[in-house]
């Protein structure tokens, strides 16, 4: 696709976004929030095993590390793509998806757990935080910009990681890693500072930084009224574990990847190669592509590519992969 194209894509994306906003103005709770990011309870030192329970032969759930006031997101819920025999001698990829990104979830990650079996891993995904039948009924309370809901739904994230990763290792699993997309890479970053278990990681597109885009790009004036205020909000928050740019991760640089979107307009290419450069130079991709079309399956052979980069990492060589499946 042309630039333009990819870039077009990428600002209707945002249009839509914000017209489920709420027009009134947000109870930022910034302090609260800065307070709860730099304190130690963000990401507490010790993770326990998740207590999983199977309920059929792929989902799973288990009790969030986390709880909070809403019982819907207390459990969280999951699924298990194993590989046909010996799983637990195997590695494992745990997929992340973006912000409300069902389609990815629901679709493309059965189809991409397939791949991956044939390839030797096995696969885990996760639903985040107040995601689909995690959402709490009181939906409303969530369309806001509370920065402290943000901050403590990121931990919940990074718990959960941990927790689930926790019990993989104790069940035999010889490596785990993890592949974020968007909101998603950004939590498995998080994760990766705070987990040196973590065999590798791959983050497309993450947004490495917060940054107003939203209020940026949108075409409603009761949106775009906001700048200055979500500008002086989203300062405050670079001065966190929120900027990724600040952290370092607790694996080498070898084990991770970082894969950018040369036209992406919601996690600019330039947050991303601050981020390079921050963690010493990893592996990086740079492709010319948008951000929806990079974190919603839309570029050929990528998925291929990624785990031909993730098998000597995990140690699985592709014995088992189709010589097609490898190069697709």
């Given at each position: ?163 689930l990763t926790g019990w993989l290792l104790g069940e035999g ?42 209020v940026q790009l949108a075409v409603r004036p009761s949106i ?105």
């Amino acid at each position: 696709m042309t630039a333009p194209l990819e870039k077009l894509i990428d600002w209707s994306a945002v249009q839509v976004m914000t017209l489920m906003m709420p027009a009134k103005e947000y109870d930022w709770r910034l302090e609260k929030a800065l307070r709860f990011l730099k304190g130690p309870d963000f990401v507490p030192t010790e993770s326990q095993p998740a207590q999983v329970e199977f309920n059929g032969p792929v989902h799973f759930r288990f009790p969030t590390p986390r709880r909070c006031d809403f019982s819907e997101n207390n459990v969280v819920h999951g699924r298990l793509y194993r590989c046909p025999e010996r799983w637990q001698e195997r590695p494992v990829i745990i997929l992340l998806p973006g912000y409300n990104d069902s389609a990815s979830y629901n679709l493309r990650f059965p189809l991409l757990a397939r791949r991956c079996n044939c390839a030797g891993f096995n696969v885990a995904t996760l639903v985040p935080p107040n995601h689909f039948q995690r959402c709490p009924r009181q939906r409303a309370a969530f369309a806001t910009g509370d920065c402290l809901f943000w901050a403590e739904r990121a931990a919940q994230a990074i718990a959960e990681m941990r927790a689930l990763t926790g019990w993989l290792l104790g069940e035999g699993c010889p490596a785990v890693a993890l592949w974020g997309y968007s909101r998603g890479a950004a939590d498995a970053g998080m994760t990766v500072c705070r987990d040196a278990r973590l065999a590798a990681v791959v983050m497309a597109c993450p947004p490495a930084r917060c940054k107003p885009y939203e209020v940026q790009l949108a075409v409603r004036p009761s949106i775009r009224g906001r700048l200055q205020s979500v500008r002086g909000v989203c300062e405050s928050l670079k001065l966190t574990a929120m900027n990724l740019t600040t952290t370092r991760p607790a694996i080498s640089r070898e084990k991770i990847l970082l894969i950018e979107g040369i036209h992406d307009l919601i996690c600019p290419k330039d947050d991303i190669e601050d981020l390079w450069h921050s963690w010493g130079k990893p592996d990086i991709w740079r492709l010319p592509c948008g951000h929806v079309r990079i974190c919603c399956g839309g570029v050929p052979g990528l998925p291929g590519r990624v785990l031909r980069w993730l098998s000597p990492r995990l140690n699985a060589p592709l014995a088992q992969a189709r010589p097609t499946d490898a190069a697709r």
